[in-house]
């Protein structure tokens, strides 16, 4: 079977099911009416959703089987304290007890994978409920930005478009059921770009899905090239978005982007509305943000989340690598949801600086904010007070280039920390597609 006819089936297939009005109609209309109610009722609602989640994970997951389902609606706050927290290693070391039917898939059941960039690849059970669900959060998020239904849509995330070896256009795959234009972000590269830059142009997206990598590169190809393309708005997901990517990105592809915050493992989903807040969606699962000592804090602590829609493997106080904290106050956008600071990313991502102390990747897009003739970059710990900073050439870098991004980190960032240049021909994404621009090599 070709990729393309493999690529058409699926997007009709994913179209019968995530976009029918007779499935996803009621979920539709119930996450809409959400966005209207007190943050009273919402709690109301998420108190009944973690009650059945709590009952569901003692009923088919036996490693709670020892806890009691002696508790009413009103007490499951109380109870999910009895819940101990659980990680992805949790979940690796016990394959039978935190999955459902003794670790056995279901036919109607989904599988979800994390990327696995930080650690062992995970496997998630997803009942058809949940990915119906799925789609209508990230739905709702689009009309944030002004998208419905309907309107053309492109995206340059990870999906396989055509085949990573071709050699012309096009680098694109059009799925006709959605007015959905998939672009290659493998061939993101100084031979395909203008093809690729052409075919947008031409289509006239209302929006555009992307990983800030990839929106990143082809905003600096677009810059470069003296073009710019009037998307209305970038929807972000999956990586960080840093200063220098959102300064690049506006303007010159787009308008304005929009962030999302999930994962796999579907525990949490932050979503970013106009005034540039990001929205824990409260009707999504129930999230604790919890200390190094598994207790509440309003400082940065874990993201720790409970699921409500996920009944096939319902995961309980699963705890992320992420770290956030709360954010007082209502936004001017009027919608009742809770905000956070800004997510900071996987904590094994963080590096720190001579002093030992953690340095934030926003502290190192400074430095290369002003930067001039890089393709790609990325900055890895490789010891304590030791930075790597790779570098993909363009083809006018020089000398003065290089003593200019030192300068930048020695006066923007630490002025002390060990740094070696490393030239490189490539820095590719992971096998998942996406970019990990600070990675700290000594965990």
């Known amino acids: 079977m070709t990729l393309e006819l493999k690529n058409e089936l699926t997007y009709a297939g994913r179209y019968l099911f995530r976009d029918n009005p007779l499935l996803v109609g009621r979920v539709a209309a119930e996450l809409a009416a959400n966005e209207r109610r007190s943050p009273e009722e919402l709690d109301a609602i998420g108190q009944r959703k973690l009650h059945a989640t709590l009952q569901r994970a003692i009923q088919v997951l036996p490693y709670y089987r020892n806890l009691s389902r002696d508790f009413s609606v009103a007490e499951a706050r109380d109870a999910l304290r009895q819940f101990p927290i659980v990680e992805k290693a949790t979940l690796v070391a016990n394959p039978t007890t935190l999955y459902p039917h003794g670790g056995a898939k279901k036919p109607w059941e989904a599988i979800g994978k994390t990327s696995g960039t930080s650690g062992a ?85 209302d929006m555009l899905q992307a990983y800030p990598s990839a929106a990143y590169t082809l905003a600096l ?3 470069k090239r003296g073009r710019k393309l009037d ?48 929205h824990l969606n409260q009707d999504y699962s129930h999230v604790e943000i919890l200390d190094d000592n598994g207790n509440p804090t309003d400082d940065y602590g874990f993201v720790v989340g409970t699921t409500y829609h996920n009944h096939a493997q319902p995961l309980v106080r699963y705890r992320l690598s992420d770290r956030t904290r709360w954010k007082p106050g209502r936004c001017a956008c009027g919608r009742p949801f809770p905000m956070i600071e800004e997510v900071t990313g996987k904590y094994e991502d963080f590096i720190t600086g001579s002093n030992g102390m953690a340095v934030s990747p926003s502290v190192l897009t400074f430095a290369f904010k002003y930067a001039r003739n890089i393709k790609r970059s990325q900055v890895a710990q490789v010891g304590q007070g030791k930075w790597e900073v790779r570098l993909v050439p363009d083809t006018g870098w020089s000398e003065a280039d290089r003593e200019l991004l030192m300068h930048n980190l020695r006066t923007m960032v630490d002025a002390e920390v060990d740094v070696d240049l490393v030239y490189k021909d490539d820095l590719p994404n ?13 965990t």
């Open 121 to 205: 690849p995970l496997t998630i059970y997803r009942s058809p409920t949940s990915v119906l669900y799925e789609q209508e959060f990230i739905k709702r998020h689009w009309s944030w930005g002004g998208y419905r239904q309907g309107m053309n849509r492109a995206t340059l995330r990870g999906d396989l478009a055509v085949p990573i070896d071709r050699k012309q256009p096009p680098y694109w795959f059009f799925n006709r059921y959605n007015r959905q234009l998939i672009l290659s972000s493998r061939h993101l590269n100084d031979r395909c770009v203008d093809a690729i830059i052409d075919r947008l142009a031409e289509y006239k997206a």
């Open 221 to 223: 190809y677009l810059a």
């Open 231 to 278: 998307i209305p708005v970038v929807f972000t997901g999956s990586e960080p978005v840093y200063g220098h990517q959102h300064d690049a990105i506006v303007g010159t592809l787009a308008h304005k982007i929009m962030d999302m915050y999930g994962m796999a493992e579907r525990v949490a989903f932050a979503t970013q509305c106009e005034h540039g807040n990001m």
């Open 430 to 442: 992971t096998a998942a597609g996406k970019f990990r621009w600070v990675v700290n090599e000594t």
